[in-house]
């Protein structure tokens, strides 16, 4: 299943996943104890799980301008993991991050959305209702609108 995925998303077909199924396609998913387990390997970068909370909270994410998946503007939606990336600065290998996160309380926002071709991972669960575009732009892009 792992290289089925990776294949599909090389074919350049439309892939959304948030949080967990961000995780799934990174190389791999370290455990407590350091053990790895390989994963799909479209996003250079481990996922490591952290023995406390890594993030939790509403965010709001703004993107300067669309992206043939995403919106320009602001979308809402919220965090919740156990986990972080070993390399945080992956997206300068031409994964460039779509838009930035701001948590409420906070003014310091962090890149996030980062796409492969035509894959749009993230940790964040976005909220859809919060920006009309956003699924009408992902659902178009997959060719499942007329």
């Not at 948590?103 to 492969?116: F, K, T, W």
Request: proline letters at 4%; aromatic letters at 14%; charged letters at 20%.
């Amino acid at each position: 299943m792992r290289q089925e995925l990776k294949a599909f998303i090389e074919q350049g077909h439309v892939v959304y996943a948030e949080c967990g199924g961000f995780m799934y396609l990174t190389e791999g998913l370290r455990t407590l104890s350091g053990e790895l387990f390989a994963l799909v390997g479209v996003y250079p970068t481990v996922a490591r799980m952290l023995p406390h909370l890594k993030a939790l909270g509403y965010v709001e994410v703004e993107s300067a301008q669309a992206a043939g998946l995403f919106p320009r503007g602001y979308v809402r939606g919220h965090e919740f993991h156990y986990s972080e990336l070993e390399r945080a600065d992956f997206y300068t290998e031409g994964l460039r991050p779509l838009y930035w996160v701001r948590h409420q309380r906070s003014e310091v926002a962090r890149p996030e959305g980062y796409l492969y071709k035509r894959c749009l991972a993230s940790y964040i669960h976005l909220h859809f209702g919060s920006n009309s575009e956003l699924a009408t732009m992902l659902v178009s892009a997959a060719g499942m609108l007329p």
